[in-house]
């Protein structure tokens, strides 16, 4: 039976993980419990075995490849779907793959930006889906609501497509999703592979599970279901899909202690349904400090990137330098500007096709009081909070991040500034928690379990988790903490 390499410290649980002759093994680690670390000495310990680790991401991945043994082949899944593209595209793949925005494919089409929009989402979706064919389900129900006339959707969404795997067109590309989808329609086998580790299995759409588990391979699935965040982006949890032979726990957390363990397994203990495995906080310090010193570093976590906007309003008497994580164009400010525009009665100048489809503002605030679209709602709130000054206040968030990279984070004296999405993975000192996650009360009433969404629970989750010893809570989830008695001391 295969043991793990002494220069790896691993607890019980890990060495039963590396320990597993499981064909099929699934491993629900929780946060901060070290699964990297855990996968790696399970390659480690079959030096034999040839391995394909899979990652989500490509800072994923060139982390993983950092680690692994030379057994171990570091890919994403659009890695191996590439050689589609070049096989499509031939010396002209860099120009022909990437983004199309809709402004193009309303030229190229003859349709409008709306109508584009919505045949760019429906590819996604299908692209994510284990559908052989692009059909009415994919279109995107807030743009059909809209617009009307599915078919006539369809029909361009299906035109569309045409023209992406087209080798002879110039102007609309092949998204990276779309040869990650010829490529699983192509039902390959990874012969050369006798395992195939999956890392962040949570966030596998089907198009991927798919070409994972036709595999005649070891399979093993690590992952956080309480992590799983991606469904807009078609993520299903791959950890309840794969027919296991084996499922093993990894839930000693070594990021944090005791009183952030203790307030995620509330969370989950009443808002997830099957919730089976609590995180142990073992890290240090045992005890969690419930504001943030904020004449220290810190970060700040939101739920929406309209809320990100107004936490960077908020800080902005602190004199601090800001770091939006991945880049201020990633937190679409431009979209929040869009807005303004359409308040001050400017609807030439948004740019959004989606915003733009809308007569006025006080229609899109219409809308976003009966909406469950949270980014929707932050975004009328913050134009109905700040109104007139959101241009100079862009100017002047924009003009205090400081661009860096991750090795230099140690050093900076400011402020980050994040999604929940974007600091997934990370983790900080002190986090500062907004106000725009999921609701507890409503009309004075405590919700329960099914009244609140699943992914909602899961953001609250991830945010929480990233902070090591000091944490600010959402108003709403520290009043409700409080209720049931539930506050770490």
Known sequence: ????????????????????????????????????????????ARPRQRMLCLAYNKAI????????????????????????????????????????????????????????????????AWCGSLDEQLGMDHLPNHIVVRLGEPRVLLQLAQLLWEHMVDPH?????????????????QQPLLREFGVVLVDEAQDLNHCTFDVVTRQDATIVMVGDEAQSINGYRGSVNALRLLDADERLPLMSSWRFGEGIAHMANALLSNFKGEFMHPIVGAGEPRKTRLDVDVTRPFAIITRTNAMAFEE?????????????????????????????????????????????SFPSFAELAELALDAEDAELKQLVRAVERYGGRIPVLIDEITARHV???????????????????????????????????????????ELELGEVETEEVHLLYVGLTRARAAVRLPEEFAHWLEHRRLLPA
């Open 169 to 185: 067109e110039t102007e609309i590309r092949l998204p990276h999703d779309g040869y990650l989808k010829l490529y699983q329609l």
């Open 403 to 445: 661009k860096m990279n991750k090795s230099a984070w140690a050093q900076f004296d400011g402020i980050f500034i994040g999604t929940t999405h974007k600091t997934k993975g990370l983790e900080f000192e002190q986090v500062w928690l907004a106000d725009d996650y999921m609701p507890f009360f409503e009309e004075g009433r």
């Open 1 to 44: 039976m295969p043991t793990c390499p002494a220069p790896i410290q691993l607890s019980a649980e890990g060495q039963r993980i590396v320990s597993s002759t499981a064909r099929r093994l699934v491993v629900q680690a929780g946060a901060g419990t070290g699964k990297s670390t855990t996968l790696q000495a399970y390659a480690l």
């Open 61 to 124: 991945q060139l982390e993983a490849a950092a680690r692994m043994p030379s057994n171990v082949v570091c890919r994403t899944s659009h890695a191996l779907a590439y050689k589609v593209a070049r096989a499509l595209f031939g010396s002209r793949v860099e120009q022909r793959v990437g983004k199309t925005y809709p402004s193009t494919v309303a030229r190229v089409l003859g349709c409008s930006p709306l109508a584009a929009n919505a045949a760019l989402a429906a590819i996604q």
């Open 312 to 356: 960077a309003v908020n800080f902005l008497d602190l004199d601090r330098s800001y770091h939006f994580i991945g880049g201020t164009e990633g937190y679409r400010l431009e979209k929040i500007l869009d807005a303004y525009h359409l308040w001050m009665g400017e609807r030439a100048m948004v740019r959004d096709p989606y915003l733009r």
